[in-house]
Every structure is written in structure tokens, then in C-alpha cells.
């Protein structure tokens, strides 16, 4: 992910909050907290990396099949990979 090198500390930022809400989660599992509590710090989690998700995926969409001077070959691959992301994501 090359076009990835010009945010990929806040990408690392947000990979590493991610894992703490993940460890959180083990916490509140291992000290038999409240079901809602950890319910709670599990949304939180599928929110956090849904942004992420979202957040490489435009980044992908601008430079692999919007940027300027891909040939239709490489729009083609880019679009075929972003289809087979999104239908596994779906599931």
C-alpha cells in the first residue's frame, strides 16, 4: 500500500487505539464485568475499524482507480480487488 506511506503514522495511531479497545475487551471479559459494560467496548471496537476500513478503502479508490493516468487495465484490477474486499466484508 504505497499511497499509504503518506498518513501511515495515523494509520499506525489508530491500529495501535484499536488494539487497546481490543485489550479492553479482554479485561472486561477476564474480570466478569457487566454484560452491557463489555457489549459497550465491543461496539466501540467494530466502530473503530469500520472507520478504518473506510478510511483505506478511499484511500485505495483515489490511488488505484480515480488517480490520473492509471490505464484501463490497472482501473480494472484496482476495481476487481476493491469488489472482492467489499463482498468479503459484507458477509
Known sequence: MAHVTT??????????????????????????????????????VRGAVAGLMDELVEDHLHAHVAAPGLSDAERTVAAAEVATLLRRHFR
Open 7 to 44: 498518513s501511515k503514522e495515523k494509520i499506525i495511531a489508530r491500529v495501535r487505539r484499536i488494539a487497546g479497545q481490543v485489550a479492553a475487551i479482554e479485561r472486561s471479559v477476564t474480570a466478569d464485568a457487566d454484560c452491557a459494560e463489555t457489549l459497550h467496548l465491543v461496539a466501540a
